[in-house]
């Protein structure tokens, strides 16, 4: 058997399945509302859960919120006054109608498209509805549906000054108030919420509402089958994490935790997420359903303290792994690396330990290539070795191919007996190809998934390592390097597998040209350093077989 046939097929099967399932991915039909859940014209949506805490009585199924009544629309009428909060890291709108968070601009991470602008998290209607909403859940009691009464305009944090508070009140029906308030910290991505005035033994509810449409920027993943995840996930110690996709909450199949006293629920997207991270030691039942075409919410149910007061924090901003394992046990989980997780996640910590010391992605992206190559060298050493005693036994390979190249089944005993007798193994070149794969995948889940790669630079012409190369310089050198170590390989007896081969670096050039720059980077080098490693051992082992 000929090794290069098993690299090729292996190659060319991999990259054709990851596509293929990446095609899927893209263009699979959207899933069709049920018409039992489609609410009927002119019905509401956003309707305010009703609480089964403390009842031991379960939920009527996966996900549901038992005895839930009609809501109002979840976007904001446009009359609905508006604060303004102005931070040094949030650009915040907040409407009195529902006392909602209808706008979150995050001011230190541009727009994907236009770099000019601030990236929206929250939004309502400019490209998404995304909304954080909040209310009491009772009869008379202020909700996402009621009108609040707010200080409207602007309200900035001033230099000097650490936080900001942002206060709103609402009337019950039984002639009592209720107080919402906003606290906004200098530097940090978690806001504190609370709600006080409320009769013990009430409860407050807090969710994302949300539409079922992509993050944008995933224009790369289709390439390698990736697609990240968007959707409401929950984490409980017991459960751990649980990521829940928008088909499921339709056919009300999502399966997750719905009681605990501990964990948080979050609303995940490409790079950004946004949670509801209540106490510890709090009761809290999560639920999440639809609420309107295309459109669903994820929330928690807290039980209001004896005082009258409910609290939780929102964290709403990027997903910085080494902060969000501070703020909330598993937090750092919702940075989507996919099924290869277990290489990905410590792959990225050995880079964000040489970006500490470089100073720039690119170059740690280097650094760990020349790294991973020192690890792998053994096996690249051996792999080389082999290939270039292949390449000696080129002639002889072709002379036996001449003299049986009309019974298969002879040239295959004459060349397996070839094989012994010069002790080369035929498959000696494919380990490495098989230990870079998982790698590859894994490191590109890591460019792909991580906001630190975000606009991140390398130089010159290389702004941004998580999307492609813009003049595809990189991908033609990868194509470059790639070119060469086919002509340090040894030429396939069959004629047609050396044509094959020398039109791969072309196909995978192709390829590479969609890819983010920083995958480029690391494939370019990681050719570089194999044809140096490559160079060196060929010319040894062909300087001793003429001795």
């Known amino acids: 058997m000929d090794n290069r046939r098993l690299i090729l097929l292996m190659v060319f099967s991999f990259s054709l399945i990851m596509l293929w399932d990446g095609w899927q991915r893209q263009n699979q039909p959207k899933v069709a509302p049920a018409a039992s859940s489609a609410p009927a014209a002119g019905a509401a949506s956003g309707a305010v859960p009703t609480p089964t805490l403390p009842a031991a009585a379960p939920a009527a199924g996966p996900g549901a919120v038992p005895g839930a009544v009609p809501g109002v629309a979840a976007t904001i009428a446009p009359g609905a006054a508006k604060a303004r909060v102005r931070t040094d890291l949030y650009v915040v709108e907040i409407s009195s109608l529902g006392g909602d968070i209808t706008r979150l601009e995050l001011v230190r991470h541009p727009e994907t498209g236009d770099k000019s602008k601030n990236f929206v998290l929250f939004d309502n209607g400019g490209k998404h509805i995304y909304l954080a909403q909040s209310g009491v859940i009772g009869e008379g009691l202020p909700n996402h549906k009621t009108e609040w009464k707010l200080a409207s305009g602007e309200h900035e944090l001033k230099d000097g000054e650490q936080k900001l508070e942002l206060r709103l009140e609402a009337n019950t029906a039984a002639g009592g108030k209720v107080a919402k308030t906003y606290v906004f910290q200098r530097g940090s991505y978690q806001i504190e919420l609370g709600h006080e005035g409320v009769t013990p033994g009430a409860h407050a509810y807090y969710q994302i509402t949300r539409d079922g449409k992509p993050a944008e920027g995933q224009d790369n993943s289709m390439m390698m089958g990736v697609v990240t995840f ?21 056919k009300n199949k999502a399966k997750f935790a719905q009681k ?50 409910s609290t939780i924090t929102l964290y709403a901003g990027p997903q910085e792994q080494d902060k969000l ?20 996640a410590p792959l990225f910590w050995v880079l964000g330990a040489i970006y500490k010391l470089v100073g720039n992605w690119g170059w740690a992206i280097i650094g760990l290539t020349m790294l991973l190559k020192g690890i792998f060298f053994p096996l690249s050493a051996a792999s080389y070795k082999s290939m270039a005693k292949m390449r000696v036994l080129t ?40 230990v870079q794969i998982p790698v590859f995948i894994a490191l590109y889940w890591v460019l792909l998934g991580t906001v630190e790669m975000r606009n991140a630079p390398w130089l010159g012409w290389i702004t941004d390592l998580s999307v492609k190369d813009p003049y595809y310089v990189l991908p ?40 983010p720059a920083g995958l480029v980077l690391y494939w370019t080098v990681n050719n570089i350093l194999s044809i140096a490693q490559q160079w060196q051992i060929t010319r040894m082992v062909e300087a001793g077989e003429k001795k």
């Open 476 to 515: 033609l050198i990868m194509g470059a390097t790639m070119f060469i170590q086919t002509k340090l390989n040894p030429t396939p007896p069959d004629p047609i597998q050396a044509k094959v081969m020398l039109y791969m670096p072309v196909v995978f050039t192709v390829m590479f040209l969609w890819f």
């Open 260 to 309: 605990a006293d501990n964990g948080w629920l979050a609303m995940v997207q490409h790079y950004f997420v946004a949670a509801w991270l209540p106490a510890a030691g709090v009761q809290r039942e999560f639920y999440m359903r639809k609420v309107g075409e295309d459109l669903y919410s994820a929330g928690v149910i807290l039980p209001v303290a004896a005082d009258g007061k």
């Open 395 to 434: 002639p002889k390979l072709m002379k036996l191919k001449e003299t049986y190249g009309d019974d298969k089944q002879r040239l295959n005993q004459e060349m397996m007996a070839l094989y012994k007798k010069e002790k080369v193994n035929p498959l000696g070149g494919c380990l490495p190809v098989l």
């Open 325 to 344: 394992e501070k703020i909330a046990p598993g937090l750092e989980l919702v940075v989507d690396y996919g099924w290869l997780t277990v290489i990905a």
């Open 230 to 250: 968007t959707g409401p996930a929950v984490f409980t110690d017991a459960e751990k994490f649980q990521k829940v996709e928008f088909a499921d909450i339709l």
